[in-house]
């Protein structure tokens, strides 16, 4: 960095990320199996701020108690049983 920009200080702080990813690539979007009361929304691999208004529909949707206004069988938790 310091060839680039001389008299730049070293490096305060650094963090590493995880990515969660799944083997098809896609979210998981379901309640965890035992417990209908917990929403599980993982695999989003980096991407999910993307989704960040409809994930949080859906969220908040199942905080209510309300059905999802989306068809989420695509991203259920038992496509991995299949």
């Given at each position: 960095?310091?060839?680039?920009?001389?008299?730049?200080?070293?490096?305060?702080?650094?963090?590493?990320?995880?990515?969660?990813?799944?083997?098809?690539?896609?979210?998981?979007?379901?309640?965890?199996?035992?417990?209908?009361?917990?929403?599980?929304?993982?695999?989003?691999?980096?991407?999910?701020?993307?989704?960040?208004?409809?994930?949080?529909?859906?969220?908040?949707q199942?905080?209510?108690?309300?059905?999802?206004?989306?068809?989420?069988?695509?991203?259920?938790?038992?496509?991995?049983?299949?």
């Open positions: 960095m310091r060839n680039v920009l001389p008299g730049i200080g070293g490096c305060l702080h650094g963090a590493s990320c995880t990515y969660d990813n799944t083997v098809d690539e896609d979210f998981i979007i379901d309640t965890l199996p035992g417990r209908p009361d917990t929403l599980l929304i993982t695999g989003l691999s980096g991407h999910g701020f993307k989704f960040a208004p409809v994930l949080g529909e859906i969220a908040s199942f905080a209510q108690g309300e059905a999802p206004s989306f068809n989420l069988a695509p991203f259920s938790l038992a496509r991995f049983n299949a």
